[in-house]
């Protein structure tokens, strides 16, 4: 009887183990230390055309979203243009600014120097209207630069206005 029990506690107790050291790994991929976080613009709508964003020393980061409207369960194109900062990867994290909607971060390809492309999807919401936060990270050599960019998605038959 001893002895079942204390296998037990002995593979609660890996058990315990394991996934602290999981967390330990996987932490930085969904957190990952931010070297320089840009400030948000509140004019810049994505559902007008690309947002533009300064970096420090005089870089740049656009940012767009197609279609226009932003719907939600499409696919949407994703375009990131970054100038006068030399990026290796991009990836575009979208969170609920006010609801946690999961981990969304799709990773975009480079298709020239300074331009990514790629695709993304946003999740349904139980909301007429969800504000969310497309945080563009841009990963250099220096570290990783965080730009965000905020946008609305409207269910169908829904306006700003409702």
């Known amino acids: 009887m001893y002895k ?3 296998l037990l506690w002995l593979a609660a107790l890996l058990f315990v183990v394991v996934a602290v050291v999981a967390a330990y790994k996987v932490w ?3 957190y990952p230390e931010i070297l320089y976080t840009a400030a948000l613009d509140s004019s810049c ?3 007008n055309g690309p947002c533009r964003s300064a970096l420090p020393d005089g870089g740049s980061v656009s940012f767009a979203i197609a279609p226009r409207e932003i ?3 499409q ?5 990131v243009t970054a100038s006068g900062i030399d ?3 991009v990836e575009v994290d979208f969170i ?5 909607m999961g981990f969304n971060r ?3 390809n480079k298709d020239d120097e300074g331009r990514f492309s790629g695709d993304g999807i946003l999740p349904v919401c139980v909301r007429n209207a969800m504000e969310w936060e497309a945080r563009v990270l841009l990963k250099t050599d220096a570290g990783l630069y965080a730009v965000p960019f905020r946008f609305i998605t409207l269910k169908p038959g829904v306006s700003l206005s409702d």
């Open 4 to 6: 079942k029990s204390g």
């Open 96 to 100: 609920g600014v006010d609801m946690n």
């Open 28 to 30: 930085p991929l969904l």
């Open 75 to 79: 696919p949407l194109k994703l375009e």
């Open 45 to 47: 709508d994505l559902r």
């Open 106 to 108: 799709p990773k975009l």
């Open 87 to 89: 990026v290796d990867a």
């Open 71 to 73: 719907p939600v369960v």
